[in-house]
């Protein structure tokens, strides 16, 4: 988040803790107590230890409050840390009973909600607008408002306190709080997504991962799963107060020797509990352990109720629709035009080709299709909801297709084998299973087959180590720490989806210019994002793309603005555009600069190497031999 950011939020403090009234009004009303309401729940050993945090975390706030100076810092840095940590240990079941109230507190609120209107991007939360005004490098606006600040905070928690005892703590609730914790703590926490001034982003993962065993200790029962967990929490909470540095934390290790264990001590005490879990569908699996484990995300999350359980038959319908020129208006064009699977899926230009006798009115490079199915969002500007809306929106643009999804379905329907292979398809009668909803389904359940998380990087997050370099590694080690890319790009899916929910994916301002090499660059003209929303502070926002397979799908950027990793990185390194000397109103990129040496850029992409994925590729391969046929 930049400082102009925090200035904003800051002068706005003394309000915000009306999001959390407003988010806690519906409890109000639910809970009252009037003929017919739910009566409070029992109390557990878990929930008493829960309350007793919150309280905790009022009384810090409370003398954090007392030692705001405009001069010495120390003791409000010194009240601010014991804040946070004893946020963080409340944090695992806050954030599962409570997340709008937590992400108030300590973290991005979700974009354009009720909660939220359409306002400036990467807006910090309470704990980091107070960290922004008492640490080096963040805003100075005043002990006034940030006292307005840390007193809404108080309220809010006043506000909650009282409902505590309507709040389901059994075990059951304790453990799959705690599973959704070691997501965040992995993938966000050691980043250092929420903690960018202080510089105690482990040691902050430490006092979460110790709040998750103080819950799971107060809900154990006999079974020798439950010590098995505590003794894995112990042993990972261990390791990283020995381990403090956010530069050179070794995530790597961690997350083999510790994050994996304590992951799979949790799966085994829940499976010591009766099974009432209740399906649901999911993007990462209810009963996957760890967010690296193979097959721990479901391709067809983000698919609309409409689309149906894809088949091996589905998938062949649409490599064949994927490569089926008489889509287009003219006839001329298939999806394969531009997204050659020979080419990653992209074409290996700029920018995309339109139509003859056609433009694009803001031109931008032709995206990889590779785990596409791993974005709640399609498009660099997010205006498509599923990979079935994707394609019609392509198959109708004037620029791209020229046609639409019914006229693609109307003139395949004179074919006897598309027929057929509808028909196959969708286990229904040939006559009329040619339609533009289907077409649209089986183009989106092919493009949802190309994916897979398989890389060598993948096979060193589960326990193979060695198949990577020691270049490699170094690499993740600043992709995540140093280099601060995991803050923006999060594991595992190093895309901008925001575990552990994975339903957050927020754009980014971050500058790119019109034309790399300029010695006076200028921003990129394309609204981005507020092309579709029209909201002015969205003006260059942008979808985060993936930066799996980023050494097959060159050039980058929305524009292709970059031809090589090198460049990228570079820019990265400047601050972004406005560190590079544009004006970028409202980049949401930190303007200071990296200073990554020559060598640790190296490393850094050497690690991005590691990230493709040729099982896709192969699987790509004779999907694309189907689609000749």
């Not at 919150?54 to 840095?77: V, Y």
């Not at 805003?139 to 389901?168: C, K, N």
């Not at 914790?181 to 482990?202: K, P, Q």
Request: aromatic letters at 6%.
């Amino acid at each position: 988040m930049s400082d102009s950011t925090v200035a904003r939020r800051l002068a706005a403090g003394a309000g915000i803790g009306a999001l959390t009234l407003a988010a806690l009004s519906a409890w109000r009303v639910t809970q009252a107590p009037v003929p017919g309401a739910r009566p409070p729940i029992a109390a557990t050993p878990a929930r008493e230890h829960f309350e007793r945090g919150l309280d905790s975390l009022r009384a810090d706030l409370d003398s954090l409050a007392r030692h705001i100076s405009d001069r010495d810092r120390a003791p409000s840095q010194h009240w601010f840390r014991l804040a946070r940590r004893d946020y963080k240990r409340v944090e695992p079941l806050l954030a599962d009973v409570a997340p709008t109230l937590a992400q108030q507190l300590n973290g991005p609120l979700p974009a354009e909600s009720e909660d939220r209107p359409a306002g400036p991007l990467g807006a910090p939360a309470q704990f980091q607008i107070v960290e922004g005004a008492i640490f080096p490098g963040g805003a100075s606006p005043g002990r006034d408002s940030v006292r307005a600040t840390i007193g809404s905070m108080r309220a809010s928690l006043e506000q909650f306190r009282p409902l505590t005892r309507y709040i389901d703590a059994s075990p059951r609730v304790v453990l799959d709080a705690a599973r959704l914790e070691l997501a965040r703590v992995t993938a966000l926490g050691l980043a250092g997504f929420d903690s960018d001034l202080s510089g105690d982003a482990v040691v902050e993962a430490a006092a979460s991962l110790d709040g998750m065993r103080a819950l799971a200790f107060a809900s154990r029962n006999g079974d020798p799963s439950w010590v098995r967990l505590d003794s894995a929490l112990a042993a990972a909470s261990a390791y990283l107060r020995t381990h403090p540095d956010f530069r050179s934390l070794d995530r790597l290790e961690f997350i083999t020797d510790h994050v994996d264990p304590v992951g799979r001590s949790l799966a085994a005490a829940r499976a010591s509990l009766p099974d009432t879990l209740v399906p649901l569908r999911r993007f990462w699996r209810q009963r996957a352990a760890t967010l690296f484990e193979e097959g721990a995300f479901d391709p067809s999350a983000y698919a609309p109720d409409f689309a149906p359980t894809s088949s091996p038959a589905l998938v062949a319908l649409g490599a064949r629709l994927f490569a089926e020129p008489r889509l287009s208006g003219p006839g001329t064009r298939s999806c394969a035009f531009c997204h050659d699977p020979a080419r990653s899926f992209t074409d290996g230009r700029p920018q995309a080709q339109a139509l003859p006798g056609t433009h694009l009115n803001f031109p931008r490079r032709v995206p990889t299709l590779l785990n596409a199915a791993y974005q709640p969002t399609l498009f660099d500007d997010s205006r498509a909801a599923s990979l079935e809306s994707q394609a019609e929106l392509v198959l109708a643009s004037p620029a791209e297709m020229g046609g639409s999804a019914a006229l693609g379905a109307e003139r395949l329907a004179h074919d006897s084998s598309y027929r057929e292979a509808f028909a196959r398809a969708f286990v229904a009668p040939a006559e009329g299973a040619v339609t533009a909803r289907a077409v649209r389904i089986a183009l989106a359940a092919y493009v949802r087959s190309l994916s897979s998380l398989g890389s060598r990087f993948d096979l060193a997050l589960r326990g193979e180590r060695g198949v990577v370099t020691e270049e490699e590694r170094r690499g993740f080690t600043l992709f995540m720490g140093k280099a601060r890319c995991g803050t923006c790009h999060f594991l595992p899916l190093f895309n901008g989806t925001m575990p552990p929910d994975f339903v957050l994916s927020e754009p980014e301002i971050i500058g790119v210019p019109a034309r790399a090499g300029e010695a006076h660059p200028r921003l990129d003209p394309d609204p981005g994002r507020a092309g579709v929303d029209h909201e002015p502070t969205h003006r260059a926002a942008f979808k985060v793309p993936t930066v799996r397979n980023a050494s097959l799908i060159a050039p980058f950027m929305h524009n292709g603005a970059f031809a090589t990793l090198e460049q990228v990185v570079d820019f990265y390194d400047r601050g972004g555009g406005a560190g590079a000397g544009e004006r970028v109103p409202g980049q949401t990129l930190p303007e200071r600069p990296l200073h990554l040496t020559r060598a640790e850029k190296d490393d850094l992409i050497a690690f991005l190497g590691s990230l493709t994925d040729s099982t896709v590729l192969r699987r790509s391969d004779a999907l694309a031999t189907i689609a000749r046929r």
